[in-house]
């Protein structure tokens, strides 16, 4: 089994209250599984080696940021304004742990504001486009779990997603 640590010993959490109206406040939560706790945590530290790698590459991109609403770990590289001037350009670079697109853990770069796209260019290592409700390039865990070098390969098919992401966006 691979272990991945988080480079100075964890996650720093933003400053975020929960509001008081929400309905988890009545929900009680079964005990987790630790397998699945360890799993979940080493696909996050995965994700935090990735994303702290890639961007010493693009200093302009942001921190490290956890999103609470999507549960992702994502850098933002903001890119300025577009053909339009009231929509900066952005891609993000991220980690989801599973959600409503995929069940399972992926890897993505989106570009902002969305591309119309018709054709798209063949990503490394198993990565794919997600055109239905967000565009995107993505990797699914399932291409990860036997690899020799997983940082690698999400690198890889991460730094092309940025490439095709910019020409998109006129950021080439």
């Known amino acids: 089994e691979r272990g991945y640590t988080i480079p100075g010993g964890g996650l720093v959490p933003p400053e975020y209250e929960m509001p008081e109206d929400r309905p988890w406040r009545e929900v009680s939560f079964q005990e987790p599984d630790p397998q699945h706790i360890e799993s979940l945590g080493s696909w996050f530290g995965l994700a935090r080696q990735v994303l702290e790698h890639l961007t010493q590459e693009i200093p302009e991109a942001s921190e490290v940021r956890g999103w609470p609403h999507h549960f992702d770990l994502a850098r ?11 929509q900066e350009r952005s891609i993000n670079l991220g980690f989801s742990p599973g959600d409503g697109s995929h069940a399972q853990p992926y890897f993505y770069v989106t570009p902002w504001p969305v591309p119309e796209v018709s054709e798209v260019p063949k990503l490394p290592h198993g990565g794919t486009w997600h055109l239905d409700g967000w565009v ?26 940025l490439e095709i992401s910019r020409e998109w966006l006129g950021a080439g």
Do not use: K, T, Y
């Open 76 to 86: 933002l590289l903001r890119l300025g304004p577009g053909a339009r001037s009231d």
């Open 136 to 161: 995107g390039a993505h990797l699914l865990a399932e291409h990860l779990l036997e690899a020799q070098d997983p940082e690698r390969l999400v690198q890889e098919m991460m730094r092309r997603g």
